[in-house]
């Protein structure tokens, strides 16, 4: 699967502690300024690892699920759960 | 002349920065043995200017900017921004050393590379742990090269090579009376953000240090190319020590500490490369 431009712009931008809390704060507002598709949309929402993981570097994974205050255990329990073949979707 | 005094490599996981002060004795005192190792060579080797390569973690550089190598030739840098290092590392600007990382660059597009250059870089965990572990405190000016690791496409592992070796060009010709040290910071086998995430490959990371220590280049080259992509996404920073390694003369390391630690999710390696 192609690399989501937006999608990982949102997860790196959200290493300023400033746009983390406007996001926790009003995240339909930060949203808007990201090309997002509803796909991408539908599993930010409920931090969906199968539709986010293919489409973003995973070190930008793991700092959007640390953000999202996902612990580790839980974080490695659902890339273990992902297809093998995740990454071509 | 400028002198390399010492060529070294350490590894760098987060986590040894985030969780220090949680860890058992046990993980604290094996972890210490390599960062203290790496240390006192450096400390015995009297740098005054450390070269150390790193990768960028997103700190930097991100998809619509991505340079493949970034030499800093600023005469200050940004310490990491990183919360879990500002709570440990107290250096909030770290002193670069401007004549040397023009040098660099200048040698390295004479020598038909062409790096980025960035007159003021954020030097983050990559750079500062093995830094703050090693007791560098403060450290001695730092060039920092900065190699793309995270995401590909990056650099093969004979390009990583030649670069080695055009550092050591651009050191031995500095026209400076100056000693430089070496400092390669990643690996050894580590997966973050993956389903690998917490392996780590002590097969690949022991025949890693094997051909280190033998120091031949083709089959380096031959091994990493082919299994590189099997040591997760993290084994990529081992793509530093290639260039510390011909920087050093391709003659083989001796290899100060070696242990996988599953707190850290890394094979955490440590080595000081031979130079005659």
């Not at chain 2, 280190?212 to 083709?218: R, V």
Request: proline share 8%.
């Amino acid at each position: 699967m192609a690399t989501d431009y937006w999608l990982s712009k949102l997860m790196y931008d959200l290493q300023d502690p400033a746009l983390r809390a406007a996001y926790r704060a009003d995240r339909a507002t930060v949203l808007a300024k990201y090309k997002l598709d509803d796909a991408v949309l539908r599993a930010l929402e409920t931090h969906d690892i199968a539709v986010l993981a293919p489409r973003v570097n995973a070190y930008l994974l793991r700092f959007y699920y640390q953000y999202s205050e996902v612990k580790d255990p839980e974080f490695i329990a659902g890339l273990r759960a992902l297809p093998k073949d995740y990454l071509n979707g | 002349m400028a002198d390399l005094v010492g060529v070294f490599a350490a590894s760098h996981a987060p986590l040894v920065a985030r969780d220090w002060d949680n860890f058992s004795p046990s993980v604290r005192e094996g972890l210490a043995v390599g960062y203290d190792k790496v240390g006192a060579r450096l400390k015995a080797a009297a740098p005054d200017v450390i070269l150390e390569i790193a990768t960028d973690h997103w700190v930097n550089f991100f998809l619509d900017n991505l340079p493949s190598v970034c030499i800093g030739i600023g005469a200050e840098n940004d310490g990491p921004p990183e919360p879990f290092m500002r709570r440990v590392y107290p250096y909030p600007t770290l002193i670069g050393h401007a004549g040397l990382g023009r040098h660099l660059a200048e040698t390295a597009l004479a020598d038909d590379f062409e790096p980025a250059v960035s007159h003021r870089l954020t030097l983050d965990h990559g750079f500062c742990i093995p830094l703050w572990r090693a007791g560098l405190t403060p450290p001695p000016p730092i060039v920092p090269v900065l190699v793309n690791e995270i995401e590909p496409p990056m650099l093969s592992v004979r390009r990583c090579l030649e670069w080695g070796r055009l550092i050591a060009r651009a050191i031995d010709t500095y026209p400076e009376n100056i000693r430089v040290a070496i400092l390669a910071s990643g690996g050894l086998s580590h997966s973050i953000g993956e389903p690998s995430m917490g392996a780590i490959e002590v097969e690949f990371d022991e025949e890693s240090i094997r051909l280190f220590d033998a120091g031949a280049e083709q089959p380096m080259i031959d091994y990493f190319e082919a299994k590189l992509p099997g040591a997760g996404n993290g084994g990529h920073e081992v793509r530093s020590w290639f260039i510390a390694h011909a920087a050093a003369g391709s003659r083989g390391f001796e290899l100060l500490d070696y242990r996988p630690v599953p707190e850290v999710y890394v094979g955490c390696g440590f080595a000081s490369w031979r130079m005659e």
